[in-house]
C-alpha cells in the first residue's frame, strides 16, 4: 500500500515538475514578443518626451456653429489637439468649413490649419487657406470667421473668378451674402485687379 502511494506521489511531483519546466520554456520563449533594438528604443523615448505633456488627440472631428440668423456653420478636422492649459482652444489640422448661402450654394473654407475658440465659437484658419463658392476661388495667408457678424476678414488676399483676378492687403467676406470688401494698408494704395 505504502509503495502504491509512494509511486503516486512520485508521478505527482513528476508531473509538477514536467509542467513547471515547460511553463518556463515557453515563458522565456515568448514567441508574441519583438526584439527591438537599443537605439530604437531610445527614440522612442525622445518622441514621446518631445510631445507636449497633458494634450488630448482626436481624429476627424466635427463643431457646428450657429449664428444669429440661425445659419449653420460646419468646420471639421481631420486632427484635433486638445491642452488642458488652455481647453478653450482647439487646434485642428486638415480642415473644412461649409455653410450655406442666401443664393442655395455653399461657402467652403478649406485650411492646413485652424484654431477654433470654444468661448465664442472664433477660428483663425492659417496654412493655405482657400475659400471657394461657385466659380469663386479666395486665397489668403489668414481668414478669422466672427459667427456673431456672418464675418470672414482675410488677409494678404487673391480673388479669382471667370473674368478677375484681385490682389489686396484685407478683404471682409459677408457669410450669408457672399459680398466681399477689399481694403489696402495704406489708403493711399489701391487695391490691384485685372480683367481676363
Known sequence: MKS??????????????LSAAL??????????????????ISAEIDNISSFEQGITKFSDV???TSSKKNVDYITRGKLA???KNQPELILLEGVHSFTK???????????????YFKNNKNIKYYDKVIITNREKIITAEI?????????????NVVYKDEKNLIKTDFAELDTISNN?????KNSKDRVYGQRK
Do not use: H, R, W
Request: proline content about 1%; aromatic content about 16%.
Open 4 to 17: 502504491k502511494k509512494n509511486k503516486a506521489n512520485l508521478f505527482l511531483l513528476c508531473v509538477i515538475f
Open 23 to 40: 511553463y518556463g520554456y515557453f515563458i522565456i520563449q515568448n514567441k508574441g514578443s519583438i526584439k527591438v533594438q537599443g537605439n530604437q
Open 62 to 64: 466635427e463643431y457646428k
Open 81 to 83: 489637439f486638445i491642452s
Open 101 to 115: 448661402l442666401d443664393d442655395g450654394s455653399f461657402l467652403n473654407v478649406n485650411s492646413g490649419k485652424a484654431k
Open 143 to 155: 481668414a478669422s470667421f466672427f459667427p456673431n457678424k456672418n464675418l470672414i476678414s482675410l488677409a
Open 180 to 184: 466681399i470688401k477689399m481694403f489696402m
